[in-house]
């Protein structure tokens, strides 16, 4: 079973999927998008990687995920504007895993 999951939507991810990862695209004729989220947390996932569109809308999930160890969400740009959401949860993983923050400068 694979243990990495790409979220997005289809222009930003269809780039991973000759990785052999699982890749999940997001359309809004889907209907809602945190059942979408909570159908793709059953299957267990180590890792999720998702773009910054999709990760804005489900913040409050994402945030909840954060207290557990397992999945890691890694949040990516797209090809869009940035929000600045991607950097700043790249920051507190690395402050999680290392216990302090390499990217402050001075």
Do not use: C
């Not at 999945?71 to 920051?91: K, N």
């Amino acid at each position: 079973m694979v243990s990495i999951a790409v979220l997005g939507e289809e222009r930003n991810i269809l780039g991973f999927k000759p990785f052999g990862v699982d890749v999940h695209f997001y359309t809004p004729t889907m209907g809602e998008i945190d059942v979408w989220f909570k159908e793709i947390l059953k299957r267990e996932y180590k890792l999720i990687i998702i773009t910054e569109s999709i990760a804005v809308k489900l913040k409050s999930q994402i945030d909840a995920l954060w207290e557990k160890e397992l999945p890691v969400v890694l949040t990516v740009r797209g090809l869009g504007e940035t929000t600045g959401i991607a950097s700043q949860r790249l920051r507190k993983l690395v402050i999680k895993a290392v216990g302090t923050d390499l990217f402050t400068e001075g």
